[in-house]
């Protein structure tokens, strides 16, 4: 009786210890953050890097949503007032989400198609990494390109084989 009373105890103990290791997995590697209130999507007016606002409706995917605006941006009145993007207008968003401090963005092809020198290439990392990097507990954004870490993004060659910080690109 002895005996299985102590497999008993090392049962509960090894399930206990694989559920906390589950939800730390979870919430260490999660692809989206629940959340509402201001985001900011960080976008051009001139030659400046400025942030506009965008309110994450209750219980929306943080990443997913930022990532989408990011992509949708700037709205009809923004590019009325001057506001505009770097990124592709084609460019899709594939996935996106967390692991410790730094957000795996994946995009698609077309986020290569920018047409332009070192300076569009240079905005439009700006663009997607001051956004993510606004979220909080996020410090770096490692750019994937359909589903592959690219060594260089463009015929410029600007290196994003690994996770950029704002110093990064900065703008």
């Not at 559920?19 to 919430?27: D, T, V």
């Not at 997913?64 to 968003?93: D, N």
């Amino acid at each position: 009786m002895r005996k299985k009373k102590r497999t008993f105890k090392r049962f509960v103990f090894i399930a206990a210890v694989l559920a906390i290791a589950g939800a730390a997995l979870f919430f260490l590697v999660s692809p989206v953050q629940i959340s509402s209130g201001p985001a900011k999507i960080y976008l051009f007016k001139g030659s400046k890097l400025v942030y506009v606002e965008r309110q994450v409706p209750n219980g929306a995917k943080e990443l997913f949503f930022v990532a989408e605006e990011l992509l949708r941006a700037p709205s009809a009145t923004e590019k009325q007032q001057g506001y505009f993007s770097q990124i592709p207008q084609q460019t899709k968003l594939r996935n996106v989400y967390k692991r410790g401090d730094t957000v795996l963005a994946d995009f698609s092809k077309d986020l290569e198609t920018y047409g332009g020198g070192t300076s569009k290439v240079q905005g439009l990392l700006a663009q997607i990494v001051y956004t993510f990097t606004d979220l909080p507990g996020i410090k770096k954004v490692q750019i994937l390109v359909d589903g592959a870490t690219e060594s260089a993004l463009g015929s410029e060659g600007y290196v994003i084989d690994k996770p950029l910080i704002r110093k990064d690109v900065k703008f």
